[in-house]
Antibody, heavy 120, light 110 residues
Framework: QVQLQESGPGLVKPSETLSLTCTVS????????WSWIRQPPGKGLEWIGF???????NYNPSLKSRVTISVDTSKNQFSLKLTSVIAADTAVYYC???????????????WGQGTLVTVS | QSALTQPASVSGSPGQSITISCTGT?????????VSWYQQHPGKAPKLIIY???KWPSGVSNRFSGSKSGNTASLTISGLQAEDEADYYC??????????FGTGTHVTVV
């Protein structure tokens, strides 16, 4: 079955750019939507944004000015860049497949195991 | 966009049924039948347990059930078991073509 694995630096300095990659195995990245979601320590989930197999994107309005999500179909990967990070961006970052229902992005399954990124 | 509102905690005894609410607006929960629910145990990734308000993913127990009325969706756990102790989150598609999560509910089996 499809599995997702996040990778990237676990420590980022304030004002720098957080960069993460999600590698999809066991299936093709094509024909699906893919999302990034984060969870600050001890807090709830926050949707960051999605990218479609064709490269169209949409982002959480509260992060839109700092977020870019891209896809590399040749490597079966998609990536997250978050610029000008601050301590509040410290979180576990998850990637997930974003299924569509009635042509609209609906639910997240499966999820990667998550990777903790600390801004300090 | 504002997070969907869930109770911070719900508790129940083994064998009982509990219900978790997820309140949004006419721009999200009330506008689409695109509400999903996730179970998260400590230190683990969230797991999908209900999608499109009422549907079960393969392999998920039918002790979990979902419903929706107006701007509020609900998750009911029947026959509560110790393994159900976890955090639960709802999520909805929105009219801005974004997704939003609920504030999360911790379920305690007492």
């Amino acid at each position: 079955q499809v599995q997702l694995q996040e990778s990237g630096p676990g420590l980022v300095k304030p004002s720098e750019t957080l960069s993460l990659t999600c590698t999809v195995s066991g299936g093709s990245i094509s024909s699906y939507y893919w999302s990034w979601i984060r969870q600050p320590p001890g807090k709830g989930l926050e949707w960051i944004g999605f990218i479609s197999y064709s490269g169209s994107t949409n982002y959480n309005p509260s992060l839109k000015s700092r977020v870019t999500i891209s896809v590399d179909t040749s490597k079966n990967q998609f990536s997250l860049k978050l610029t000008s990070v601050i301590a509040a961006d410290t979180a576990v970052y998850y990637c997930a497949r974003h299924h569509r229902s009635n042509w609209n992005p609906s639910y997240f399954d499966p999820w990667g195991q998550g990777t903790l990124v600390t801004v300090s | 966009q504002s997070a969907l509102t869930q109770p911070a905690s719900v508790s129940g005894s083994p064998g009982q049924s509990i219900t978790i609410s997820c309140t949004g607006t006419s721009s999200d929960v009330g506008n689409y039948n695109l509400v999903s629910w996730y179970q998260q145990h400590p230190g683990k990734a969230p797991k999908l347990i209900i999608y499109d308000v009422t549907k079960w993913p393969s392999g998920v127990s039918n002790r979990f059930s979902g419903s929706k009325s107006g701007n509020t969706a609900s998750l009911t756990i029947s026959g509560l078991q110790a393994e159900d102790e976890a955090d639960y989150y709802c999520s909805s598609y929105t009219t801005s073509s974004t997704s939003v999560f609920g504030t999360g509910t911790h379920v305690t089996v007492v």
